[in-house]
């Protein structure tokens, strides 16, 4: 069995930073590995609607929030 962990903590420093036209651009391919979680799911899952609409971080709002909140995760490990 193989395990894949994906890197989604330096694609969501570069999020935030980035103009909020561009952020669900960068946001779809962080999400892209996780689609295989949801195969299961009938028709096509919209990834970037999912987490928008759990418990995902904003596209749009709450920079600095979300970027403490990164770095707190990150500090521990997470």
């Known amino acids: 069995m193989s395990i894949t ?4 903590c330096s ?3 570069r999020i935030p ?9 960068l946001l779809r391919p962080m999400l892209e ?3 295989g979680m949801y195969r299961h799911h009938p028709g096509e ?7 928008l609409g759990a418990s995902g971080c904003p596209v749009g709002r709450d920079e600095e929030r979300c970027l403490d ?5 990150a500090a521990a490990g997470a």
């Open 5 to 8: 962990v994906p890197d989604t």
């Open 69 to 73: 909140a990164l770095e707190t995760l």
């Open 11 to 13: 694609a969501m420093r």
């Open 17 to 25: 930073l980035a103009p909020v036209a561009d952020r669900v651009d």
């Open 45 to 51: 899952v919209d990834l970037v609607a999912l987490h």
């Open 33 to 35: 590995p996780s689609r």
